[in-house]
């Protein structure tokens, strides 16, 4: 045989695997042909100066792959049928040609995304970014994660890397996720309610699919959540705005509506997005009143209120009713960190088949290794210590900020929704247009996001969203301070 | 102070723990009152016979987490206001309240998902499972896997755990799947029509959302496969069943009805589904002249078709046309595991905005964990090692399966689409209906499926899907064995 081996012994390649690659490298250039027989390991083995187990080895790979072939009697051979071969079609060109194809007709759905209208608030990369929503993912405990992850990666191989075999979710995380909620929210569910899903925006996708018709109305908090929003809008809901003032959703003004016209009614009592006000007992049991009666639905979107400073949390609508229907969504985004998606969806006995079954028509299931390292999490402890410490994490940073504004603009700062979660709203009596402030904030270094965007009708210009969760007490300060120069 | 303290030096947990275990315990259960003051370490550690560090080390954790507070002066004293009690709701009865809610009105998307037809042929448990589109999840390199996640786990920890920045999914995955299919599949694309999704599931709900509005027709294979077929119904699309013959859909068949009556065509042309017999060139080209001329959009679901046995692979559709409308769909659910939900779409550069953003609206983005772990196996090469691995291991399982089928049965079977993928297709010489045949295998432990459930029309009765790539040979030889007995 003509072969030419060289292996190196300062390689930092083991032997058996350089041998490996260069058997393969001959194979696939054609220096050793489809059949052609190899010298025995005894044989390569003496001739290179090495161990006959090292090319045993590199043998048995390559036989494994489908390189080589071990034939009874007459020794080893290459392949006739060669796996790259298989693997690889004819080259193409390296750039793409030019496409001569029409778009396609859109439907109404693909036409109401295809805009350039953001679907969040621009987020330009800034040193000091009052960003709502955005934990402090520093904090997370990571290394407590991947120690979880690590434990199931051992586990039962096929039953972790299978499809699921349960469409709502791990059952084990969602008992887990229904005593969690019983506790801390007061929410009323056993596990059969529960709904594993990708995060919250998941949620509003589905209910949306299944509760509303093209032409239907969706009563929405004005100012609002935008995801939710564009998703309803999407699906060709109208869009009923109900204004918020300091007790929260105007519960007066949508009972004022012609009855049965609102089939739905999205809203955040625990901490309204954006202005952070808390739906007080009395306008709860007054929504869900309502509610009964119309025939509504109520979509309760609970996203940050583990986190609240100072007072007892008022319970979740979903538990202050057993007539009306809410549909409770929750999420990990905030809690844990948004990159994980996962959050989940508490709904009615009633309608437990047919989520689950939306939910498999729309991507099937959410990674189990993610949902088993998360059931671990909640159930030695972990969350509730993580949200022990960034309660008060985010409690300093909170008083911090509070603080700031008060001592740089005293009077003419009134502050809205800091007791609960992750972000304050502030008025500022100043004279500049909001997208103005917005962009000397952001040449000075520092992102603010006017609330105009939040709003449907009726947006003012002096409401602007500050999220301390995910910033330092001394960016904090700092910000405040060039905040303040712009504002003088 | 009344305080007892009891530690254990033989305790599994570390003393700094159980001190604080040991604390927290007597401040909940007020013990240790709201604004108590507690001993100095130095008081404690001497009184304990522990050092001061671990009582410093207790203190300020139960102060990280809002139990204590270190008061300049005064020393260490309880929080007058506890993280447990805002983390807590009054106490709700264990068990739900029986619901008394009227169920909702569901749209007709609800309707049409609220039944008791299957989603996916039931999969009882049985010892030998010759069920489709189950890989060998045994031989996934599970360790490498592992290893890369781990990896990741300690990069950049912002920026692995907040929202992705880029709607489409991860820059260097998009850029590792275009050159993967380039290569394997002659798909021709750049990384900018690459949008990462949650399996391939996901990208039919997205398409069927995009591009079919209520009452247009979509052309599909009968038989095909349900989880598209479903999604389309849902959608409100007619579906118009094309026949699939011994060389995949028949193209004359799609060509004779009313010129642009079919707005979108889903097709499995590398392994049908599923027949598993390949759509050759001659035909492709057909599909794609009248998809031009009639202006409808194909979908090309490329499912499993990285594992070839007998022949070099024809282009993807994708790749031999600049005129239609190709969305070419792949995954890694049959390469790497199901349970990871990565998939990825490939659409024309004019509909990359639309696509980008409806999935945003659906469930903002893939977990960016797995997007990192996955980048890494394609581009070290572990993809392509697997696959040439698997596809040995399935080669040889799959001749195993053929030769039983060969020796048990001779004539009175016949072998459809055996030289691609994952699951081969058998039409038997049986009087017995099929169902009867499925009920009789699994009385005898082997669990087959009747093909009868993937057709809209015509459903034979002979018909049968057998896959092969998760089971053992021996398995395989003992299944076929035992199916022989119920057959004979």
Known sequence: MDLVISLESNNVLPLHRQLYEELRRAILSARLRPGERLPSTRALASSLGISRATVTQSYEQLISEGYLQGVVGSGTKVCVQLPDELLRTAPVKAA????????????????????????????????????????????????????????????????????????????????????????????????????????????????????????????VENPGYLGARRAFLAQGAKLQPIPVDENGIVVERLAALPPQLVKLVYVTPSHQFPTGVVLPLARRLELLQWAETNGAVIIEDDYDSEFRYDSRPIPALQGLTENANVLYVGTFSKVLFPSLRIGYLVVPTSLTHVFARARWIADRQTPTLEQLALTDFIREGHLDRHLRRMRTLYDKRRQVLVRALRHHFGERVSILGENTGMHLMVRWQTKLPAEELVRRAAEAGVGIVSAALYYLERAPQDE?????????????????RRLAKILS
Do not use: M
């Open 464 to 480: 602007f969203v500050l999220g301390y969760a995910g910033l330092s007490e001394r960016r904090i300060q700092e910000g405040v």
């Open 96 to 219: 793409a040609a030019p496409q001569q194809q029409r778009k396609p007709q859109l439907t109404r759905y693909g036409q109401s995304l295809d805009d350039s209208v953001p679907l969040e608030p621009p987020e330009p990369e800034l040193p000091i970014n009052f960003k709502s929503g955005r934990p402090a993912l520093e904090e997370f405990p990571l290394t407590q994660w991947r120690r979880l992850l690590l434990r199931h990666c051992r586990s039962d191989q096929a039953a972790l890397l299978d499809y699921a075999t349960n469409l709502r979710g791990l059952p084990e995380l969602r008992h887990a996720i229904a005593e969690h909620v019983a506790r801390s929210r007061a929410v009323r569910c056993t596990a059969e309610q529960v709904i594993i899903i990708n995060g919250s925006q998941q949620a509003i996708d589905l209910i949306t699919k299944l509760l509303i018709e093209r032409g239907d109305t969706v009563a």
